[in-house]
T-cell receptor
Framework: GNSVTQMEGPVTLSEEAFLTINCTYT??????LFWYVQYPGEGLQLLLK?????DKGSNKGFEATYRKETTSFHLEKGSVQVSDSAVYFC????????????FGKGTRLSVIA | DTGVSQNPRHKITKRGQNVTFRCDPI?????LYWYRQTLGQGPEFLTY????????KSRLLSDRFSAERPKGSFSTLEIQRTEQGDSAMYLC?????????????FGPGTRLTVL
C-alpha cells in the first residue's frame, strides 16, 4: 500500500542551525509529494511540493527534492529561526490528480534562541 | 475568500451521543475531504466528495459515521453513538479538481472530546 515514514521527533535546534527532516515513501505509480506545516494553534498549511522525480520544491527557505531512486523527500533549511517551530508532515497523493493525501506521523521542531 | 471554515471548533460530548460537524470549503472548490487526526499522529483520510458525489470512503469510516454534501457546497460529518475512541481532531480540506497539482487547503479543524 501507500505509506510515508518520517523521522521521529521532537527535534530541538538552536537558531541558525541546519535542519534536515527525513521522509521516505512507499507508493504505486508516480506519487506527488508534499510537506505540510502546522504552527501552534493553526491549521495545516502547504509548505512545498514536488510532482515528479528530480523536482525540487522550495518555500520560505525550505527545500525538498523528489528522489525516486531512494524514494525520499527530505526537508532541509540552511538556517532555522524561532518562528519555524512547528510540526512538519510529509505526505503524498498516490498517483496524481486531486486524491486523498497519505500523511506521515509528523515531526515536531522546536527552535530555541 | 476566507478559506475553509469548520464549525464548531470544539465539541465535548458524552459517550453514546450523536454529534455533527460542518465544513464550508473555499467557494470555487469542487472537491472536499475529511480527515481525522489523533494526538501525535498525522491526519488519516476518512472520505471525500466531488461536488455532491461521495467518491471514496476509508475503512476508518465505520457505520456510525456518515458524511454528506447535499448541494456540492458545505459538508456535514455525523458520528452516531459516539465512543471515547472517536476523540480526535476532525479536519476538512478542499481543492479544485483542475487546480494546481493536488493542493488541498485545510480548515482549522473541529476538536471532539468524548467523555
Amino acid at each position: 500500500g501507500n505509506s510515508v515514514t518520517q523521522m521521529e521527533g521532537p527535534v530541538t535546534l538552536s537558531e541558525e542551525a541546519f535542519l534536515t527532516i527525513n521522509c521516505t515513501y512507499t507508493a504505486t505509480g508516480y506519487p506527488s509529494l508534499f510537506w505540510y506545516v502546522q504552527y501552534p494553534g493553526e491549521g495545516l498549511q502547504l509548505l512545498l511540493k514536488a510532482t515528479k522525480a528530480d523536482d525540487k520544491g522550495s518555500n520560505k527557505g525550505f527545500e525538498a527534492t523528489y528522489r525516486k531512486e531512494t524514494t525520499s523527500f527530505h526537508l532541509e533549511k540552511g538556517s532555522v529561526q524561532v518562528s519555524d517551530s512547528a510540526v512538519y508532515f510529509c505526505a503524498l497523493t498516490p498517483s496524481g490528480g486531486n486524491t486523498p493525501l497519505v500523511f506521515g506521523k509528523g515531526t515536531r521542531l522546536s527552535v530555541i534562541a | 475568500d476566507t478559506g475553509v471554515s469548520q464549525n464548531p471548533r470544539h465539541k465535548i460530548t458524552k459517550r453514546g451521543q450523536n454529534v455533527t460537524f460542518r465544513c464550508d470549503p473555499i467557494s470555487e472548490h469542487n472537491r472536499l475531504y475529511w480527515y481525522r487526526q489523533t494526538l501525535g499522529q498525522g491526519p488519516e483520510f476518512l472520505t471525500y466528495f466531488q461536488n455532491e458525489a461521495q467518491l471514496e470512503k476509508s475503512r476508518l469510516l465505520s457505520d456510525r459515521f456518515s458524511a454528506e454534501r447535499p448541494k456540492g457546497s458545505f459538508s456535514t460529518l455525523e458520528i452516531q453513538r459516539t465512543e471515547q475512541g472517536d476523540s480526535a481532531m476532525y479536519l476538512c480540506a478542499s481543492s479544485s479538481q483542475g487546480g494546481k497539482d493536488n493542493e488541498q487547503f485545510f480548515g482549522p479543524g473541529t476538536r471532539l472530546t468524548v467523555l
